[in-house]
């Protein structure tokens, strides 16, 4: 089975469906990302790019919300805080490392630092 993500305008991912392989094999039975891409706009219309479930094809699994950047070929979350950067694997950063202590924490934006979450178990 592959999945294909249909874009919208701004090439942000308005779905994400799965497509049965023999819609998207050639005669030889190879994965053909513009056979599954023919299919979907025949089917549904659209604007459609592969995404891998495993993140083997454009970095990350397509979700609704995320955008397509042509420029990296990622799809990409939306960015969760203002601060936050993309690293190389298109995945969004904290300009501070979270703590790796076993504790809980939020993103404090205001103080640009790691904020222990009260009361959370352990």
Known sequence: MAHFAEL???NVVKRV?????KD????NGNEVESIGVAFCQKLLGGNWKQTSYHGNI???Y???GYTYRADIDAFVAPQPYPSWVLD???QWQAPVPMPT???MYSWDEAAQ????VEGAPV
């Open 62 to 64: 397509a979700g609704v």
């Open 24 to 27: 998207t094999s050639d005669a």
């Open 88 to 90: 190389g694997n298109a």
């Open 17 to 21: 469906i799965v497509v049965d392989n």
């Open 58 to 60: 454009r970095k990350n």
């Open 8 to 10: 919208d305008e701004n």
């Open 113 to 116: 630092a790691w904020t222990e």
């Open 101 to 103: 202590d076993g504790k």
